[in-house]
């Protein structure tokens, strides 16, 4: 008896017979006699189609089962798919997926999707640091590279640490780590000292051509950082001067790692938010230590001018570190989505953004900060400058505001500020516009600059 239904239906079905006897034996002289009807009675259930079927007339169809492809023929790992019991037909292998029929779906290398269950399959920002998976040994989200883990394969294990745009390296060594820390900070005093001495030579002088070509430069690099942050359609040329200049700008991480260093320190609060709050404090850190400097040096020295000279530090201090202050706070602004109906922090791929926690980093650190130093720092100096604008020549004004209006008409003494205000906007474009049209968002940056 063949018993044929769609999928999932229940049937009760009953087998009767009146032809049934019953053989005399000695007993009854080997006559028959005939015996009352029998009924069987039974309940047939039909299996509903599985994942990786989908239902076509009254069979379930085994989806990437026709035509019947080998391992080894041309698009043996791409055929199509169905997760779902609900498909209503078999779905095409999507981009950076490897399909091997039925259900068997995980993605290729240089990809990774979220669960088992999501069908969207998102480029690496590091595709080296996906491995996907294979054929021998599925993995439904994919692998990572050694160091590698977390959402995207983005996130650096316990031991290693960013030295790059979503790039890991092993951790040196912690005695190692802060003899170059103080190697940078040497370096870099050194650095700051000469554009003190050179602004301050400066204010001497009609033409301070040496401040005016090295505030340029900064101007320059600073900008092109910005820029190398927005995903666009650049020339080869363009790709190639940001991959070098981004090697360049990570040299320092290579040497010493600040992620290193903060996951030393047994705290359970995520590195990105340790970076947050060292970044909010930091304006105030180079106002504070420059004083304690020349105060000492004063105590020590007795010499003239300190007060211009401070006036000078700090003023180039924040010059140096206004757009890093002000693109790290947008970062807690700037999310994108991984394929679960959720968005995660760009900057941290492990920060779910809008939770309870997230908001509250967000509303206590990074908008107070973008408000105090993204906004009031331009307008404080500003300030300061207009108090003195009928009286800039004057060699005590250049000593303290020479490095922001030195290299402009007097008319046009308050351009470097507009400049800064420039590099906000640029920063906010690549937070508040990432989701808009990759040519309105280029028509909007050069717009700005």
Sequence with gaps: ITVASSPGYNADLQLTSTA???SGGSGSG????SLPSQDLDFAVQFRKCLEGEVLRGIVCYVCGSEPVLKRG????????YSLFTSDDDCIDCPTGAYCWGGDKIAPQAGYWRISAESQLFISCPNDLACLGSTFEDPEPTGKCEEGYGGNVCADCQDGWSLTAAYTCSPCPDPGLNILRLAAIALFATILLASMIKSTLASSKKKKALVSVYLKIFTNFLQILVLTASFELNWPDEVKEMHKSQNQIASVSEQLFSIDCFLSDQSSSLRVYYQKLILMAFLPIALVVLPALAWGLYY???????????YITTVIILLFMAHPNVVKTMFSSFSCKELGDGNSYLNADLEIE??????VKWVMAVSSP???VWGLGIPIAAWTMMAKHRNNLNSPSVKAKFGFLFIGYRPSAYYWELIILYRKIAMASIAVFLYSIDRPIQALIIFGVI
């Design 20 to 22: 049934i006897t019953s």
């Design 30 to 33: 080997g006559q028959s006699t």
């Design 73 to 80: 023929d041309d698009g043996w790992d791409t055929v199509p």
């Design 299 to 309: 105590v020590v020295s007795k010499s003239s001018g300190v007060k211009n000279k």
């Design 353 to 358: 953004c809008w939770t309870s926690n997230h």
């Design 369 to 371: 900060a973008l408000i």
